[in-house]
């Protein structure tokens, strides 16, 4: 957890896991999966119960407020669905979670951010971000190995030799 000195409290979490740095999650995917931070359910183990809540509620109602919709009942909702909502992705990180809002604002998932539903984010999220985050850890995944590979051909290459070469230091 060397991320937990960067993060003594939940006030320094909010700072640096705010909704002002969804495009930065944006334009660097895979950084913000690569990234050393905490999940959701960690918030609660090291800041008191309800720390996860309060971050996805944050940042739902980061959404509501850049929506049209101003429905008070809405926004009444928000802390039941952050409720549930940090519960059920409590594995994944909050640079995962931000390039997920990230998108969902930016339109990604369709438009259904203009009007702003709950249940819309809930189901971006477990049918539309997730299929897509395993694909792009895959390809993370398959370039890093590639990315290795490559690496350790040269390494060998400048010390390797050739068969005839071995042979005659097997004669000495």
Partial sequence: MEWLTKL??????????????????S???????????????????????????YWVNVQITALFGS??????????GIKLFSDSFASEVGIYKLSELMLFFSR???????????TFDT?????????EFLPQRLSELTRIQREDYNREIQEKKERWGRTAVTYEEYLKTKKI
């Fill in 67 to 76: 929506s049209s919709n101003k429905d008070s009942e809405l926004a009444c």
């Fill in 119 to 127: 249940r819309r984010i809930g189901a971006a999220f477990f049918k």
């Fill in 27 to 53: 334009r660097l995917p895979e950084r913000a999966y690569k990234a050393v931070c905490p999940t959701i359910s960690e918030l609660n183990e090291l800041y008191g119960e309800g720390s996860s809540s």
């Fill in 8 to 25: 003594p409290n939940l006030s320094e979490v909010e700072k640096k896991f705010s909704p002002v740095y969804w495009g930065y999650a």
């Fill in 104 to 114: 969902y604002k930016a339109g990604i998932y369709d438009n259904s951010y203009s």
